[in-house]
């Protein structure tokens, strides 16, 4: 979802004052419980049941299916790779070491709000975060490099995007995690990032709507802050309007 899609809803200084504390304490308590999720079930994401002996490891078991995911991730990362990182598109079998440790970074997209649409105010989802293995390269310096903030390193760069990849690839190998992901109440969406050349990514989604002001509003607050930067909204009620999957499940069963 970017800003084509979500709802505008028209506020004054007071609701947003409100609705901005609101926002920050919904938001903090669902990044812990996700981290807790996501700690709980981190023995379930083990690379190597994807990967096998394609990624360095002290086992030598072969892994059944193996090497269609090592196929298929080199294909998604010949797909980017040179286009925009300039880095070679063949991957070298085995992979280093791959974390079975699962990052979740918040859901961030360009907004161009003003007449003149020069620069972006960067908006951030306050119930959507971006999962991938753990790397030195998490997105957003990934994204440092492109633009020329940090200096380019390779090695981090291809290790992010394998890091990312992977984990696309092994909820598709694994749907039954993806449904487990699913009964905890979080929307599981593989998306690809146009500013990252395409790099798709595996989005989560707490089942909260949010919503953002109109765009004049957007640019009082930035421009008052001196920070090109907004948080979407989570509405007052959002809390009591929260589905229930197995409920919403049991019904449709019921009308077949």
């Known amino acids: 979802m970017g800003s084509a899609e979500i709802v505008r809803k028209d506020l004054d200084n007071?609701?947003?004052?409100?609705?901005?504390?609101?926002?920050?304490?919904?938001?903090?308590?669902?990044?812990?419980?996700?981290?807790?999720?996501?700690?709980?079930?981190?023995?379930?994401?083990?690379?190597?049941?994807?990967?096998?002996?394609?990624?360095?490891?002290?086992?030598?078991?072969e892994v059944h299916g193996s090497d269609k995911a090592f196929a298929e991730l080199q294909e998604y990362f010949a797909a980017i790779c040179e286009d925009p990182f300039g880095l070679p598109k063949k991957l070298r079998s085995p992979l280093p070491p791959i974390?079975?440790?699962?990052?979740?970074?918040?859901?961030?997209y360009a907004l161009y709000v003003g007449e003149t649409k020069e620069k972006a105010t960067t908006i951030t989802a306050a119930t959507r975060w971006i999962l991938s293995y753990r790397s030195e390269c998490p997105i957003s310096r990934l994204t440092a490099m492109l633009s020329g903030a940090e200096n380019r390193q390779a090695e981090d760069m291809k290790h992010s995007l394998i890091a990312h990849l992977t984990l696309v690839i092994f909820l598709e190998h694994f749907p039954a995690l993806k449904q487990l992901l699913q009964d905890l109440r979080y929307e599981v969406e593989i998306q690809e990032l146009k500013d990252l050349g395409g790099l798709s990514v595996a989005v989560l989604k707490a089942p909260i709507e949010t919503f953002l002001p109109p765009d004049d509003f957007i640019l009082q607050i930035t421009q008052l802050s001196g920070i090109p930067a907004f948080q979407e909204i989570i509405d007052l009620d959002a809390a009591d309007n929260i589905p229930d999957p197995l409920k919403n499940a049991l019904k449709a069963s019921l009308k077949e």
């Open 99 to 108: 974390s079975n440790q699962i990052d979740a970074v918040p859901y961030q």
């Open 14 to 61: 007071q609701q947003f004052m409100q609705l901005r504390q609101n926002t920050e304490k919904i938001s903090e308590v669902l990044k812990k419980r996700l981290s807790e999720h996501l700690n709980v079930l981190r023995p379930l994401f083990i690379p190597r049941k994807l990967l096998g002996t394609y990624i360095e490891s002290a086992s030598t078991d």
